[in-house]
Each structure stands twice: as structure tokens, then as C-alpha cells.
């Protein structure tokens, strides 16, 4: 069946929404470098001053457009730090709440070696409200697994070439990461990795990102490196099955959830794209995957099954979101180790003759 406009942009939406995630914050360095990203250390180490390096805004040159380059880079430093500017927004805040779950940007280098390895680190940081490095709880990811940067044996980074790096995480995690590891210069962690990951994710002041390893390493000489494209990206929470039929509109209706999975969070928005525009539709949960034929669909979600309440019109577009209401008689269910199946029914009154169907199913289990 050939599809109309409305239905192509709709099966667009639907493709986009399903399998890519969405950006909190994102600089381009199309319009300059608004959120002043800088290499910096935010103060001073065991009191020694680190001294903040603007980096320079090329219009042209990036991957593609704009970027940011920093040309004569000291090689005996331990680490280089770019970040924003603590504060931005975007770039800080509750991570998890937001369902933060990627870090990723663009890099290039046009001179410089380190032959005993650089790797690309990802620091998460909690300030404790003062503006010194010493006191600051930082988590370290684990470095990217597909860099060796700036080595002269087998880099993944290579010189004049541009290289998409990227780190995923589990914010609604409440323990620390496999591979990632805590530090503070003045002891300010408390010892229990854990505990500390759980407050630094809650309460990130600034992001920064790191190359060489955070124990040490080095670089020959002077390094000329290049950034674009930063992205703090939210994924989708969960795990699709069963299947949807087309509807009407040419579509097939695509659930998804956004937000955090931690129970104590009660930030949780579901989203279907494809359906119908403006019918209603009514989200449901149960406790058990199933794939019956119910109306021009499939029932996805059995067990014990509970109505969300009230119905809600989709949009112009085909696009149904509802929050998560975690009062009862939903929040009842909605708590830690709770393993749940969403699905959208919604009407489809010029499709078959049972006039309605539905989306496909998501598992989400709460943390």
C-alpha cells in the first residue's frame, strides 16, 4: 500500500523515535562556542594553579561546519580536561532522572605522539560546592575500548582523520560501573565506590573529557587536537517485543520509554509513535509477555493487567506520551525489582472490523 504524506512522515517519526536517541545538550560549534568549551582543571592541584586554555573557534573544518581546535598542546601535562563551563546547562544536573545514557563527540589530531598510549576517559564530577579541584569527587569511565590515541602502533585515532568516540552508561544504576573507578585528590569519597557513584550521578556539576590515562602518561612534544559534535545523549529505557500491525495511517504504532528506571526517581514518560492521529488510546501494563490477536493487533502484555488512566488523543503527528503516575493505584507496582510490560490500545475506527489496535510491547524493569 503506498503511503500518503502524512503516514511517510509519521513512519519517519516512528523510525527516529525507535532506534536513536535523543540529545539533553549538544554543541556543534556551528554558532561559535556559546558553553565555552575549554581545557581547564577547575582550579588547582595540591595548590598549584592549572591554567585554563581557550581553545579557537574554526567556522569551517569540523565534521562538518564549525569546530573547535587547540593547537600547541603541552605534552607534560597529566591530563587535559574539556569541559564546559561548570554550570552550563545541560551539561549538569540530575543524570539520572534526566535518563542520560551516552557521551559522545567528533576528534581529530593534526601532530603529536604518545608512545607509551593516551587513552579518551570520561569524567563525571561533584563539585561539593567550591570551585578547587582537591575537594571534588570524580568518576573515571573505563577508556574507550577502540582508542589508542596518538600511539604510534595501531591507532584508532589517527592523524588528520575525524573519529566518533562514545561512552554509554547506566544512570539508573546504584552501583559503580564495571571498569569505571572513583578518585578525589583530597579524600573527600567516602571509600564506598557505590555510595559515591550514586551521589556524584545524582548531582553532576561538570562533565569533562579526559586524554591520558587518569594514573599518568604522556605525550612527545606538543599535540594539535580537534573537537566537534559533543553530545550528551537520553536513550530509550527497556526492551521491545511482540509485534504491532499496521493501522489506517499506513503505520506501525512504536513504544518507548524515556527518563529513569529507578523506582525512588518516579521519572518514567512513555511515548508511542505511529499511531493514528487524534484517537484516543488508553497505556496498560501487565505482568507477563504474551502475543495473542486482539482486534487489528496483538495483545502483548498479559498476566495481571492494569488500566493507566484516562485515555489521551494522540497528536497531529500520531505521537501519544503519558508520565508515569507512581501514586496509587499504579505506584503500588511500580517498585524496585517490579518486571513490567507497557503497551498503547488505541482506536482505529477506519481500519478492520474490530475498530481498534496496538502498539508493540516494552518489558521495563524498575531498578
Known sequence: MALTPRALFTALLVSFGSGAAQAQATEDFEAGNPDNWHMDFNGSINGTPVMEQQGTHQPMGGNPGGMLEFLGLQGNFEYWALQANPGTAG????????????????????????PFGMHFYVLLADDMGTTELFDDILVFSQFDPMTYSFAGFGAAVQSGVWTNLSWTFDTSSSTLPPGWQVHSYGGTNSGNDDADWDAVIQDVDYIAIINTNPGGG??????????DNIELKVGSLGTPYCVANPNSSGSTASIL???????????LTLTTNGVVPGVPGLY???????????????????????????PQNANPLGV???????AAP???????GADLNYQLWYRDPMAGMAGFNLSNGLNLIFQ
Open 320 to 326: 501519544t506520551t503519558r508520565a508515569l503516575n507512581f
Open 91 to 114: 551539561w549538569n544536573g540530575n543524570l539520572r532522572a534526566a535518563g542520560v545514557n551516552e557521551l559522545s563527540f567528533d576528534t581529530n589530531h593534526l601532530q603529536g605522539m604518545a
Open 257 to 267: 520509554a524515556t527518563g529513569s528506571s529507578l523506582a525512588s526517581d518516579q521519572s
Open 284 to 310: 496498560f501494563f501487565g505482568t507477563s509477555q504474551v502475543q495473542v490477536p486482539f482486534g487489528d493487533g496483538f495483545r502483548c502484555a498479559g498476566g495481571q493487567t492494569t488500566r493507566i488512566q484516562p
Open 218 to 227: 604522556f605525550a612527545l612534544g606538543t599535540i594539535d587536537i580537534l573537537f
Open 330 to 336: 499504579y505506584g503500588s507496582a511500580l517498585v524496585s
